[in-house]
């Protein structure tokens, strides 16, 4: 029962948040994966790594995806979007914390810029 309820709490949170927030979950998603991965390199659990940087780098294409290129800094994020990815893929491919690590350092990043935004407007 306690688990219907913080699934229908999940999706109605996901289901009335505003454009700004759901980009805020989704960078705070990317970050829950990453951690998760880098546990489970160091615990050398390969399998779950791979599904969770697979699903850090979902997440880095669809932010990418919901860019408007109207704004100017659409095409700095993009770069920086593409850059992340790259990493991500990295750090699959090696398994590498320290390259997990710098990724997610970017995504801490783009996450806190993104709520200092928040704020602002």
Known sequence: MAVNAAATYQDNKIMTAS???LTLML???AIKFCNIAIMAIEKKDLQKANLNIIKAENIIMELRATLD???RIAEDLDL???YIYRRLVD???QKDTGILEEALGFIRELRDTWK???KAV
């Open 80 to 82: 920086m979007y593409v």
């Open 69 to 71: 290129v109207k704004y």
């Open 116 to 118: 200092e935004v928040m």
């Open 27 to 29: 960078y705070d998603g």
């Open 19 to 21: 454009p700004a927030e």
């Open 91 to 93: 750090a699959n491919m």
